[in-house]
């Protein structure tokens, strides 16, 4: 039974997520996938995950989207599910050779599991790469952990593949580079010096290879912050994460960033806080026991590294995929602790299992996912935009003064910052303000269309790459009957993303009214291959039948 244990309890948990939909960017990375969609297995395979601005690099797991989506977002969630039980259950197995015992490592199999910093890994389909990263640094560490245990001369070579499917899953993967060399180094075993270095040595030249296979694919920018406020930013990182690793709270993937509400103090406190753990975990490392040093070599590393990287993941660089891997070595920690004390371990993961399960329901799709947020994070300007966009679907008279409320919310909360993403939030948010305007009934579309083209321009001043405001801009333009300026804006959007529906669409309409039929009928078609459930206005297909 105890084989089934953290299977059945991942299943119990989780299955909530095998009934959510699309939520937040998976919109993007599915449903506005087009290589995911027509099933290009090399651009899956060649091109950047998460967009063509982007530098991310993940064969591995976009080809696994690609298989799974077959299914539709019911198969994502299904390979997430498996792949976390599978994660579980190589926590259990590294569990059995540095704790030396089955029942303790069980717990530490639990409580990897049933953590509700999990959730947002497995219960959002975009976070499919971090499970699929995790689940490999898991697999390397225990192969090296038990070829320690070994005598034959032979190099524990799996473990090289396992790292290698790692950094091709997620970038963050790198992190199992030193996590592997010091499984090798620090493990007992007979297992002479010199075939532990060869094994830091090759985890070593793996990672060069990866890094110059990756440069060569998408480029390479740099991660880390440059300015002074990068190091308390560090800190502070660091001491979050762990306390969320101990109290879970709130549970919520908008959590603050670590620069928005620093003082000079907490910065001092979190900046020698971080200090006197690493100088306390260097003097005291040889007495520590091969569970603490395995478990805290697993719980440091994605941490610091996380926390070094904050400066360039945004706003929100506090989310829990990206302690995927940490819980592991709290779980070892927490186990190595709790010992023989089942009745303690199980009641923990009674109690973070419960918690998950509620978590699950948030993910299940839009509506849920933003009344979470915008109730734990409501002086959060992004979510008042995802709210807002949320609200504007709707598009009744509810739900459009509901969006424009929001959208003026949000910009009065933005702070007075030129960052990328303050700049295309805040022109999502003019936008969405145009967007509510050409959309309401009694603001009479056609009398404003100069109105609504100055708004869409302000939009493009904020973020000249913002798709829906030139979208919105042709729109304008084509009110005013203004054609060759509306054709130009369709254009620009579509030479940042050639796979927009609505400005293939647009410019089509556009096309028909310049009497360009021939051009008019291709546009539509272009419309349709990338949406093929688009509405279509009767007047259109009659065109294009």
């Known amino acids: 039974m105890s084989r089934w244990l953290v299977p059945v309890a991942v299943l119990a948990v989780f299955w909530p997520c095998l009934c959510a939909g699309l939520v937040y960017d998976d919109w993007w990375n599915f449903d506005r996938n087009h290589a995911l969609r027509e099933h290009d297995w090399l651009a899956l395979v060649t091109k950047p995950y998460y967009g063509p601005d982007t530098t991310y690099w993940r064969p591995i797991p976009s080809l696994a989207m690609g298989l799974a989506y077959l299914a539709r977002p019911f ?15 190589a926590v259990a197995a590294i569990g059995r050779l540095v704790l030396g015992d089955a029942r303790s490592a069980n ?5 990897f599991a049933l953590h509700p910093l999990q959730v947002e890994s497995v219960a959002w389909a975009s976070a499919l790469p971090g499970v699929l990263s995790g689940l490999f640094v898991l697999l390397a560490m225990r192969t090296v952990l038990a070829w320690s245990a070994g005598t034959d001369g032979a ?10 499917a790692a950094l091709l899953s997620k970038e963050s993967g790198i992190v199992a580079v030193p996590l592997v060399a010091i499984a090798g180094l620090v493990a007992g075993g007979a297992r002479p010096r010199a075939a532990k270095l060869a094994v830091a040595a090759m985890a070593v030249a793996v990672g060069a290879l990866w890094f110059v296979g990756h440069v060569a694919m998408v480029g390479w920018r740099p991660v880390v912050g440059d300015e002074i ?3 308390p930013g560090m800190a502070q990182m660091a001491v979050r994460q762990l306390a969320l690793l101990l109290v879970p709270w709130p549970l919520t993937p908008f959590r603050a960033h670590p620069g928005s ?3 000079g103090l907490l910065d001092l406190a979190a900046v020698a806080a971080l200090t006197a753990g690493v100088v306390l975990a260097g003097v005291h490392w040889r007495r520590f026991g091969l569970p603490w040093r395995i478990g805290g070599a697993l719980l440091a590393g994605p941490l610091l590294l996380s926390a070094a990287m904050f400066d360039a993941v945004g706003p929100h660089p506090l989310t829990d995929r990206y302690l995927y891997v940490a819980v592991a070595g709290f779980a070892l920690c927490a186990a190595a602790s709790l010992g023989q004390r089942t009745a303690v371990w199980m009641a923990l993961a009674i109690a973070y299992g419960g918690v998950a399960f509620a978590q699950c329901h948030v993910w299940r799709d839009d509506r849920s996912f933003v009344a979470h947020v915008a109730s734990v994070s409501p002086t959060d300007p992004s979510v008042r935009v995802l709210a807002a966009t949320l609200a504007l679907r709707a598009g009744d008279a509810a739900g459009l003064q509901e969006a424009r409320d929001e959208y003026r919310i949000a910009l009065e909360l933005w702070p007075d910052r030129s960052d990328p993403f303050t700049r295309r ?6 936008a969405g303000l145009a967007w509510c305007d050409f959309c309401d009934p009694g603001c009479g579309a056609e009398r404003c269309g100069s109105r609504l083209a100055e708004r869409f321009a302000e939009a493009l001043r904020q973020d000249p790459r913002h798709v829906a405001a030139w979208v919105g801009l042709g729109v304008a333009h084509a009110l005013n009957a203004r054609f060759e300026r509306a054709e130009a804006a369709f254009a620009s959007a579509l030479a940042i993303d050639p796979w927009c529906p609505e400005a293939w669409l647009n ?8 009497g360009c039929a021939a051009q008019a009928r291709e546009s539509l078609r272009r419309a349709l291959r990338c949406n093929p459930c688009l509405q279509l206005p009767e007047c259109l297909l009659a065109e294009l039948r």
């Open 155 to 164: 190099l524990p070579w799996p473990a090289f593949g396992w790292l290698l």
């Open 229 to 231: 406020a990068w190091v």
């Open 425 to 430: 939030q805040r022109a999502a948010s003019i």
């Open 261 to 263: 509400d620093s003082s």
């Open 507 to 514: 410019l089509a309409r556009t096309q028909f009214d310049m």
């Open 75 to 89: 198969g994502v969630h299904l390979l997430a599910l498996v792949a976390h039980a599978l994660a579980a259950c």
């Open 107 to 111: 717990g530490a199999a639990l409580l």
